[in-house]
């Protein structure tokens, strides 16, 4: 699992939400809850954020995204913006395309993008998890290995930097948590691409799959300034 793809853990949902943003997703919202979505109930479990500020801005199912989830993604978005503004001083051949996409960042604001994917990206896991996608533990200790081996030989810096901050519990708890997010999806993606997803036609796209998936999810913005 490389770096870029590791920021990319929404895969295409990340691309749609930046596109689009919240307002897109759910309307202008006036309240805490999007509208159209009903609140989520007491007799809900909550599953934690990562440690840090465990401070809850947005729930999706039964999934709270925190302070913490935010501000890892709104970096995420800041170093995707600046990779995007360098292929573009560097006039690359998708420099047109950059221009238009960093265009609809700054329009949406980075705290909109980044929620947007956040909660792409829960939505479509707990989907996953509920199809019986989820990967084995050997898969997702396979993938932290090779994260951190590109991290120790210096070939990410950043995800280098983001496990000092995060402190010692970063390899065992907050980065096999993402992995095994991000494989959950791309076992969904492929057995979506196979026929192999109960409702899925063989020809349906994985967008048109994970849009249905998100408009379905039962989301509660508890920030409404962030959309």
Do not use: C
Not at 106 to 135: H, K, T
């Amino acid at each position: 699992m490389t770096a870029r793809s590791r920021r990319r853990l929404a895969g295409p949902a990340l691309a749609i939400a930046l596109a689009l943003g919240l307002t897109a997703l759910f309307g202008r919202a006036t309240a805490a809850t999007a509208p159209g979505r009903q609140g989520l109930t007491g007799a809900q479990t909550v599953t934690p954020g990562p440690t840090g500020d465990d401070t809850v801005v947005a729930l999706v199912g039964s999934r709270a995204v925190t302070e913490a989830d935010l501000l890892q993604r709104e970096a995420a978005v800041r170093d995707d913006l600046a990779y995007m503004q360098g292929q573009i001083d560097a006039n690359s051949p998708a420099a047109a395309f950059l221009r238009s996409f960093t265009g609809l960042i700054d329009r949406s604001g980075v705290a909109n993008v980044a929620l947007g994917g956040l909660i792409w990206q829960a939505a479509l896991f707990q989907y996953a998890v509920a199809g019986g996608f989820l990967p084995t533990d050997r898969q997702v200790a396979l993938g932290v290995a090779a994260a951190r081996a590109h991290a120790a030989q210096g070939k990410d810096p950043t995800l280098a930097a983001e496990a000092v901050a995060a402190g010692p519990g970063y390899w065992t708890t907050t980065y096999p948590r993402l992995v095994r997010q991000s494989l959950a999806v791309d076992n969904l993606r492929v057995a979506a691409a196979r026929g192999q997803v109960r409702g899925v036609g063989l020809g349906e796209s994985w967008d048109a799959l994970s849009w249905q998936v998100v408009r379905q999810a039962r989301v509660t913005v508890l920030r409404p300034s962030l959309i």
